[in-house]
């Protein structure tokens, strides 16, 4: 491969700026845990992730996920794109009213099923719009190759939140500290979504209510509302299944070890920050034989780098927590399999969306929800964390098959294949028995992680992007 030519194409800046961007930001963090749960009691802690569990079910409901027709829109509506962002935007805002009306309405009766106070109620509202703007607008920037943009908004969002936060912890809100971390964070993302607002709407020459565009919007982001929550219940029940069944210190070691595991996620969804644009445009000019070539590449790379990430693990949780928080070991290498499968299913998800067939997605991942409630249920109380561990692998596997189902046999464009699939499987399956046969021997991780980066060189040497 011409290493020159791969390090100038537009995919891997994306790709590089955003991997960076996400670690970084992941980084402050695992950072500051131990700074705010010295700055916070354990209720105020609690009301601090409640709030924050809300803040992020609401963005999706106020919103109706109409950012994420931002992305597809590029392609439909290529010669009045702002026009489209800034009319979907604009019925944002009416949908916005509205609920704000219902809010004034049936507050008490919505406030007794949150548990939040008054005041908290009514900013959680405006942080979650202002939420769902800021998400807009980077999706807007990301589909356009802004990826250096992109990257200050979110390090200045992430960096400024956390001081604001200590400062009115410390300075403001002394005697009731969960009001500091809640605002400190909250007021910088109401200030961001509306210097948002502001630019996205002024970018449009269109009268702002076009229903042609909100047509398109609604029929493509709403069938996804329901996806949406369902990826949350995915990823919060099993917490609550050990919590109850359990007790809160296997819910930590839980917890704990999924905050590990989540580099792999971050490392996912940095990569597919910048191909994400580039599939959807190929996918434009169906050049679906281009998006399986490049995909293989693809798919080795980040097999790779979930294997080095796998297999220095142990020393990870050795760094950032003492002893007592080594026995999440045991669960780390199903969780990386959980995560490897959703990154699997990210890769037939986009067939789903570019077809328009959301309401396919929604399917597909409240049927995974679903087996991983049944699973969790039925296991957790008698194995432990270890079978939440297993049994949310299994629904991730499950959600991976259901929408290969979809783009096989409903939508009929499966681009990878079978045989593509089977070798991503081959491969996860072989990095995690490496790992189990020698997860004790540093030694051996050590001359797994070398052979790693050979298999590394070799791919890039014989590869090449465009």
Known sequence: MKIKALLKN???????????TEFFIKGITFLTIPIFTRLLTPADYGVVSLYETWVAIFTIIIGLNLNTSITKGKYDFKDNYDAFVSSIIFLSVLLFFGYIVIFFLFGNFIENIIGLSP?????????????????????????????????????????????????FILFVFQERPFLGKILGSGILILIVGLVSLIYIITRSREKLWNFTYWKYGLALSTPLIFASLSGLLNAQFDRVIINKYIGEVATGLYSFAYNIGMIVTVLAHALDQAWSPWVYESMENKKFDKIKSRGVTYRNVFSIAYAGLLFISPELIKIMADESYW??????????????????????????FFYRKTGLISVGTLL????????????????????AAITTSI???????????????????????FKFHVISIAYVIVITLYYL????????????????LTIALYILRRSYIH
């Open 395 to 417: 629904s991730f596997l499950f959600l991976f098959i259901f929408h290969y189902l979809i783009t096989w046999k409903i939508i009929k464009r499966s681009i990878y294949g």
């Open 368 to 387: 995974s929800a679903i087996i991983n409630i049944i699973l969790n249920i039925i296991f957790v109380p008698k194995y432990g964390y270890v079978a």
């Open 119 to 167: 005041i908290l109620l009514y900013f959680l509202i405006f942080q979650a719009y202002f939420t769902f703007v800021r998400n807009s607008l980077i999706a807007k920037l990301r589909v356009e190759y802004n990826y250096k943009l992109v990257s200050v908004i979110l390090i200045l969002i992430s960096i400024l939140g956390t001081l604001l936060s200590i400062y």
């Open 10 to 20: 537009k995919v891997v800046k994306a790709g590089s700026w955003y991997t960076l």
């Open 327 to 352: 026995k999440s070991l045991d669960i780390i290498p199903y969780i990386f399999i959980g995560y490897y499968f959703s990154y699997m299913y990210t890769l037939e998800v986009k067939t789903e």
């Open 437 to 452: 046969m020698f997860m004790d021997s540093l030694l051996m991780r050590i001359i797994g992680i070398i052979i790693i």
